[in-house]
C-alpha cells in the first residue's frame, strides 16, 4: 500500500494542472491523469446533451471536470460531468455538492475509490449519480451512497425526474 500524500487547501490551491488534474479527498491528494479520446468523447457527448436540456428548459448548468466542488473543508472534487440546479454564479469552485454527478470508469478507477467519491457527493447533497462503463456499455444509477438502483444497458434511455422531459439513448453515449 503507497503512502498517501497529504497537503493543506492552500498548497492543493497553489497546484498548477498541466499534465495532470487533481482533487483534495479529506486532505489526501489525488492524482487524475489526463483521459483518453475515449472517455473526453463520452464526456463531450454527455455534457452537451445536458447543456442543450438546461438551456431550453432552465433552471441549472451542466460542467465538465474542470470545476470543482467543495464539499467538505479538506475535499475538494471534480465528477466528469455535473449539473447544478441553483445559481452559483461567476466562482472558481462550487461549495456543496452537484445534483447530478457524472463518472466515466477509465482503467485507473478502483471500485473503492469510486464508491468513496459517491459517497462524498451523497453527504454533501447531491442527488443522483451516474457511473458510465465504456466497456460494457452501461450506466449505473445511484440515487444513494448505498450502491446502484438500476444498471442500464446500451439499449436504453438515461432519464431523471430531476430534469422533466430530458431523455437521452445510451448508444448515443459511445
Known amino acids: 500500500m503507497s503512502a498517501k500524500t497529504l497537503i493543506s487547501v492552500e498548497e492543493f490551491d497553489r497546484l498548477e494542472e498541466k499534465e495532470f488534474r487533481y482533487e483534495l479527498d479529506e486532505g489526501e491528494l489525488i492524482t487524475l491523469t489526463r483521459p483518453g479520446t475515449d472517455h ?59 445534483d447530478i454527478a457524472a463518472e466515466i470508469l477509465s482503467p485507473s478507477n478502483t471500485k473503492k475509490g469510486m464508491q468513496r467519491k459517491l459517497a462524498q457527493f451523497f453527504a454533501s447533497g447531491s442527488k443522483l449519480a451516474w457511473i458510465i462503463d465504456p466497456q460494457t ?29 430530458f431523455t437521452h439513448p445510451i448508444a448515443k453515449l459511445f
Open 40 to 98: 473526453g468523447r463520452i464526456e463531450r457527448r454527455l455534457l452537451m446533451v445536458l447543456q442543450t436540456y438546461l438551456d431550453v428548459h432552465g433552471g441549472g448548468e451542466a460542467f465538465g471536470p474542470d470545476i470543482l466542488f467543495v464539499l467538505g473543508p479538506n475535499t475538494k472534487r471534480a465528477p466528469d460531468v455535473s449539473v447544478v440546479l441553483r445559481d452559483v454564479g461567476s466562482v472558481k469552485e462550487i461549495a456543496g455538492a452537484p
Open 137 to 165: 456499455r452501461t450506466v449505473e444509477v445511484w440515487e444513494s451512497a448505498v450502491g446502484p438502483s438500476r444498471i442500464l444497458l446500451e439499449t436504453e434511455r438515461l432519464e431523471t425526474p430531476l430534469l422533466p422531459g
